[in-house]
């Protein structure tokens, strides 16, 4: 699976947009970018995922780049429970596996 | 809907004993299930990919005869650690996928090992 790269950390204030950056420059034309999340001693959590147009569902929405070399992860309202770990993975198709690779994440604060 | 069980949330046992914890896929059939492994402070590391009725697909440097895998039903797989020594103490997760068309994996809430 292709690479990606996130910041270690990054920090909020509640109620206030949070806009998480990925890189994937080497992303494939047949890679999805997927989002997960891992809040403190839980499993991880699906967020969202795309290929090419923007997303949206009830937790985030997922803006990718136009060379879909960096996408961005957006929470619209942060909440003190949207403190968690968010891992921007990039997962190919073919294959009978379908594994995810997970790398550091982006360790997100929110600040009451 | 989609939601992923483990059983049990933490274990301490001693060492040179097993371990078994479930997996639990609640209200969807899961073909394929995944078990993880997280250490403190550092990112999940997939241990094994298993297949309802097949043997299961271990990573490089993973001991399959350490970390036995079964899956035999469509919403029960099993991860069995024998002979746990205190550097297996871990934080053990398991996924599921749902759906091979959206290859979205659900995630049980984990189950810390502790090996004395």
């Known amino acids: 699976d292709a690479k990606t790269t996130q910041p270690n950390s990054m920090e909020s204030n509640e109620e206030e947009p949070v806009h998480l950056p990925c890189n994937h420059s080497?992303?494939?034309?047949?890679?999805?970018i997927h989002w997960y999340r891992q809040l403190p001693s839980q499993g991880p959590e699906y967020v969202i995922h795309g290929l090419t147009s923007n997303v949206n569902n009830r937790m985030a929405s997922l803006a990718i780049a136009e060379d879909r070399k960096s996408s961005t992860l957006i929470l619209h309202r942060a909440t003190l429970r949207d403190a968690a770990v968010y891992y921007c993975?990039?997962?190919?198709?073919?294959?009978?596996?379908?594994?995810?690779?997970f790398g550091k994440g982006t360790l997100l604060t929110v600040n009451p | 809907g989609a939601v992923v069980s483990q059983h049990p949330s933490w274990v301490i046992c001693k060492s040179g004993t097993s371990v078994k914890i479930e997996c639990r896929s609640l209200?969807?059939?899961?073909?394929?299930m995944f078990w993880y492994r997280q250490f403190p402070k550092q990112s999940l590391m997939l241990m094994a990919t298993s297949n309802e009725g097949s043997k299961a697909t271990y990573e490089q440097g993973v001991e399959k005869d350490k970390f036995l895998i079964n899956h035999a039903s469509l919403t029960l797989s099993t991860l069995t650690v024998t002979s746990a020594h205190p550097e297996d103490s871990s934080f053990y997760i398991c996924?599921?996928?749902?759906?091979?068309?959206?290859?979205?994996?659900?995630f049980g809430p984990g189950t810390r090992l502790t090996v004395l």
């Open positions: 996924s599921a996928r749902q759906d091979p068309s959206t290859d979205t994996q659900y």
């Open positions: 080497t992303i494939s034309g047949t890679d999805y």
């Open positions: 993975i990039l997962r190919g198709i073919g294959g009978s596996n379908y594994k995810l690779t």
């Open positions: 209200d969807f059939q899961a073909t394929t």
